[in-house]
């Protein structure tokens, strides 16, 4: 079992930065595939940004250029730095871990950008 807990949310102003980061328990982060997602009310949970085991990564139209993810397997750690925030990134921020059947969900920091 994998637990995965996410820090680093809050509030800003347009314009502002933030970083989460995501701490796996456990011996298979290393191994695995890892992703950032969030939600909006209202909306859908929907994909920000993913890296492979091989630092592949992948954004959605919406954060590129803005949204750096990074992993440090030494620390187990996951990070999402996010620049140039705006009131539409305003959403709960969660953790992904996959590792092929293995499927696990971190609980979410919430992200408020005011206007």
């Given at each position: 079992q994998v637990q995965l807990v996410e820090s680093g949310g809050g509030l800003v102003q347009t314009g502002g930065s933030l970083r989460l980061s995501c701490v796996a328990s456990g011996t298979i982060f290393r191994f695995?595939?890892?992703?950032?997602?969030?939600?909006?009310?209202?909306?859908?949970?929907?994909?920000?940004?993913?890296?492979?085991?091989?630092?592949?990564?992948?954004?959605?139209?919406?954060?590129?250029?803005?949204?750096?993810?990074?992993?440090?397997?030494?620390?187990?750690?996951?990070?999402?730095?996010m620049n140039s925030l705006m009131p539409e990134d305003t959403a709960v921020y969660y953790c992904n871990l996959r590792l092929i059947q293995q499927n696990y969900w971190g609980q979410g920091t919430t992200v408020t950008v005011s206007s």
């Open positions: 695995s595939s890892l992703g950032w997602y969030r939600q909006a009310p209202g909306k859908q949970r929907e994909l920000v940004a993913s890296i492979t085991i091989g630092t592949i990564t992948n954004y959605a139209d919406s954060v590129k250029g803005r949204f750096t993810i990074s992993r440090d397997n030494a620390k187990n750690t996951v990070y999402l730095q």
